[in-house]
């Protein structure tokens, strides 16, 4: 198993036409995913590589089976095209976009909530990857194989360095979640479907500073997970009030600072390490002493 993506999705490309959809469609098409059609309004009718292009969602949804989509649809028109996935129902919608306003972003999450019917990963992250199965985004699909990992991030380039150094041990998903203020799939709703996974036995737990996720990621692991967590947290060098790289990092007064999440979290029996590698040091040590 896996979580959220797995051999059988079915991936359509909102924005597949632009520069940087057809650039990762290829890349997604490469790692084995299945990528069954494009939408770009005004480009029905074209292709790309074979890929055929609809002028919306519904019509992709209808002649494709399509079942996730991912979005790299310029910031300005992301609203509109995370709404109009929604009303086609496509369950899950992986939103890469940076610079999204937060507005934006807000309204249609609630959209998607009030719906029912469709998971947003992102906004401003690098996607779902199942490795060996499927891949939603702009991950390297090259740099791990297969396990029994899972992992869930904050940052984009610290989810390709864990997997990288975990890569002799493998992932069932890797999750980039996103660094934006809001966001549609949570540090929460990760650690909620590994611990339902019967394929994953541990998971790598990666937040930053800003905003008071981790805490919250802490007092859940604390009363639902029973799986051995371990957690780096990004940015203890990082200056009071001052936004640092993703729009959520941000420290304001003694509130969202790396000291505060690593004590949360040790303090609910999650091993912090201090670098992105004595992190994988410890999972590295923890999955010696799970045995199949």
């Known amino acids: 198993m896996s979580i959220f993506l797995n051999e059988r999705s079915r991936i359509l490309v909102q924005g597949m036409t632009g520069s940087e959809g057809t650039k990762h469609t290829r890349r997604m098409v490469h790692s084995g995913s299945q990528v069954v059609a494009g939408v770009t309004p005004g480009k029905g009718g074209q292709s790309v590589d074979g890929i055929p292009v609809f002028d919306s969602v ?3 949804v209808d002649a494709t089976g399509a079942d996730v989509s991912v979005m790299f649809v310029p910031p300005k028109f992301a ?3 995370v709404i109009e996935a929604v009303d086609a129902a496509v369950p899950l919608c992986v939103v890469i976009t940076e610079g999204i306003p937060v507005h934006d972003t807000a309204a249609f999450f609630s959209y998607a909530q009030a719906g029912g019917g469709t998971r ?3 906004p401003n992250c690098p996607g779902v990857i199942s490795p060996g199965k499927s891949n939603a985004g702009i991950i390297p699909s090259d740099i791990t194989k297969p ?9 984009g380039t610290l989810t390709y360095q864990m997997m990288y150094e975990l890569r002799d041990i ?3 998903s890797c999750v980039g979640i996103g660094g934006d203020p809001v966001i549609g799939t949570t540090h929460i709703d990760c650690l ?3 611990q339902a996974d019967p394929d994953t036995d541990a998971v790598v737990l990666i937040g930053e500073i800003g905003g ?4 919250r990621a802490a007092d859940y692991i604390k009363a639902n997970v029973t799986k051995p967590v371990v957690g780096y947290v990004a940015g203890f060098t990082a200056p009071e009030g001052k936004t640092m790289g993703h729009a959520g990092a941000i420290v304001s007064g003694s509130a969202g600072t790396a000291q505060a999440k690593q004590e949360a979290l040790e303090a609910v029996g999650v091993q912090v390490g201090k670098t992105p590698s004595e992190t994988a040091r410890l999972m590295r040590e923890l999955m010696r002493g799970i045995r199949h």
């Not at 396990?147 to 940052?155: C, D």
């Not at 008071?212 to 805490?215: I, S, V």
């Open 58 to 60: 519904k019509e992709a």
């Open 79 to 81: 609203k509109a095209a």
């Open 120 to 122: 947003i990963v992102g």
């Open 147 to 155: 396990g029994r990992i899972g992992l869930v991030s904050k940052s």
């Open 170 to 172: 493998g992932f069932s």
């Open 192 to 194: 909620a479907a590994f």
């Open 212 to 215: 008071d996720a981790e805490e």
